[in-house]
T-cell receptor, first 109, second 115 residues
Framework: GQQLNQSPQSMFIQEGEDVSMNCTSS?????WLWYKQDPGEGPVLLIA?????ELTSNGRLTAQFGTTRKDSFLNISASIPSDVGIYFC?????????FGKGTSLLVTP | NAGVMQNPRHLVRRRGQEARLRCSPM?????VYWYRQLPEEGLKFMVY????????ESGMPKERFSAEFPKEGPSILRIQQVVRGDSAAYFC?????????????FGPGTRLTVL
């Protein structure tokens, strides 16, 4: 169906390392959204993707809309401690946003 | 330029009590969405409201839960006779028009704990 599968579930890395996470679905999407949720806060939109194959950057973050339209990738380069949080992929479903379960990122100095 | 505001940030209730969660959308936004997040889960859509109207409540439990967005004042999510399974973080989002894509801006959430 429309379930979004994120992997890995969690990551524990050292400051300065690059990070890669992905999101897959059995359904074709027209939009991919990536959010970050800081501890104790609401999600904040990082990157929105609207076209298959699209590659978009936002500072140290880069996201790609897979060519099959069934997956998306988020990369973080040169991680820093404030990158800690949960990263969610999401898609629009009518009025609502449908979220994956998230990738939890921990960064040690 | 205040963002979406939610209060209280934390709410503790005993089983059987009522919980009232408030959301003030961003200035100029007339569309409000409520989501629930269980521990280690993503956000799940509950209800979408415009001023004085419920547009889509397909994600909201049929019993004990209700939502409103009056002409004046904040949107209210009301949970009657709370049970332990209602413990979760409840997020409100607002948007300036109907869209559901990157136009939804989220508040900081209300963390409900039912004892």
């Amino acid at each position: 169906g429309q379930q979004l599968n994120q992997s890995p579930q969690s990551m524990f890395i050292q400051e300065g390392e690059d990070v890669s996470m992905n999101c897959t679905s059995s359904s074709i999407f027209n939009t991919w959204l990536w959010y970050k949720q800081d501890p104790g806060e609401g999600p904040v939109l990082l990157i929105a993707l609207y076209k298959a194959g699209e590659l978009t950057s936002n500072g140290r973050l880069t996201a790609q809309f897979g060519t099959t339209r069934k997956d998306s990738f988020l990369n973080i380069s040169a991680s820093i401690p404030s990158d800690v949080g949960i990263y969610f992929c999401a898609r629009n479903s009518g009025y609502a946003l449908n979220f994956g379960k998230g990738t939890s990122l921990l960064v040690t100095p | 330029n205040a963002g979406v505001m939610q209060n209280p940030r934390h709410l503790v209730r005993r089983r059987g009590q009522e919980a009232r969660l408030r959301c003030s959308p961003m200035k100029g936004h007339s569309h409000v969405y409520w989501y629930r997040q269980l521990p280690e889960e993503g956000l799940k859509f509950m209800v979408y409201l415009q001023k004085e109207n419920i547009i889509d409540e397909s994600g909201m439990p049929k019993e004990r839960f209700s939502a409103e967005f009056p002409k004046e004042g904040p949107s209210i999510l009301r949970i009657q006779q709370v049970v332990r399974g209602d413990s979760a973080a409840y997020f409100c989002a607002s948007s300036p028009d109907r869209g559901g894509t990157d136009t939804q801006y989220f508040g900081p959430g209300t963390r409900l704990t039912v004892l």
